[in-house]
T-cell receptor, first 113, second 108 residues
């Protein structure tokens, strides 16, 4: 079946602009996660959704970052007033329930000029 | 101190070699352990889970030592296609904590 999809695959933006990144999880997966991978670094947890609620937002690096999930499916990660240090690959993962295997999407490569 | 620590490598080995990667983790409450593989500019993919008794999947063997908080991955008979970055991953409740990865280069 279809895996996790993300869009756009690449996004180049200017410093100060807002961006929206989208994640479509595997159908039926209730848990959804956002991670960030900066160049040469490991993956960094950002936020976790169970259904539409986000019980853990502890990884969001600043209040410029927000995320929502609607209908227990699609999620969007929004970064306001982007900064150059926001440049990274943003990865979304989903699992059938918390603590089950997480499957990753291909990521969105964000470049802030 | 990072929650999950790995030697970044790179490990440069000839085809057919046996190579071992190690990883240590700091959270003694972690329950689940994994090795993920990440190819250049691709998303991480689950290679194998790691069980307390140790487990094997073809040429890959994973070991866990809870007392030492240490995880290992052994690759036998390396193939060119094994070239990738291997990520040691530990759960912290529902979220995954990733090591920075160990890069493996298998040469002809």
């Amino acid at each position: 079946g279809a895996g996790v999809s993300q869009s756009p695959s690449n996004k180049v933006t200017e410093k100060g602009k807002d961006v929206e990144l989208r994640c479509d999880p595997i159908s039926g997966h209730t848990a959804l996660y956002w991670y960030r991978q900066s160049l040469g670094q490991g993956l960094e947890f950002l936020i976790y959704f169970q259904g539409n609620s986000a019980p853990d937002k502890s990884g969001l690096p600043s209040d410029r970052f927000s995320a929502e999930r609607t209908g227990g499916s699609v999620s969007t990660l929004t970064i306001q007033r982007t900064q150059q240090e926001d440049s990274a690959v943003y990865l979304c993962a989903s699992s059938s329930s918390p603590r089950d295997t997480q499957y990753f999407g291909p990521g969105t490569r964000l470049t802030v000029l | 101190r990072k929650e999950v620590e790995q030697d970044p490598g790179p490990f440069n080995v000839p085809e057919g070699a046996t190579v071992a990667f190690n990883c240590t983790y700091s959270n003694s409450a972690s329950q689940s352990f994994f090795w993920y593989r990440q190819d250049c500019r691709k998303e991480p993919k689950l290679l194998m889970s790691v069980y307390s008794s140790g487990n094997e999947d073809g040429r890959f063997t994973a070991q866990l030592n809870r007392a030492s908080q240490y995880i290992s991955l052994l690759i036998r008979d390396s193939k060119l296609s094994d070239s990738a970055t291997y990520l040691c991953v530990v759960d912290s409740s529902y979220k995954l904590i990733f090591g920075s990865g160990t890069r493996l280069l298998v040469r002809p």
